[in-house]
């Protein structure tokens, strides 16, 4: 099983998650933290350090946000882990609350939204 980082994450970009990931298994985008499957071990520790609950067991992944697993697995390999906790971006408390972020996931390319 792997975990899963959903939408909430969008634009908040939170790196709490990652200090505590014994198998440096995210990976950071511009503006949305991903986990690669292949490499998350199981071991529970990120879901409980997200300040904005965007992180999930795979088999508890809400059905709104089941396309995530997918969305993960894609842009894991193409963006650069992340080891050591960074500042949030400065406008993150304004967008923790705001729902159906996914059309402003940046992906790093022309494609960025």
Known sequence: MTYV???????CKY????????VDC?????????IAPEECIDCTLCEPECPVDAIFAEDEVPEEFQHFLGLNAELAPQWPVITEQKDPPPDADEWKDVPNKLELLDRGDDSAG
């Open 5 to 11: 980082v959903t939408e909430n994450c969008i634009k």
């Open 15 to 22: 790196t709490d998650c990652v200090e505590v990931c014994p």
């Open 26 to 34: 995210f990976h950071e985008g511009p503006n949305f933290l991903v």
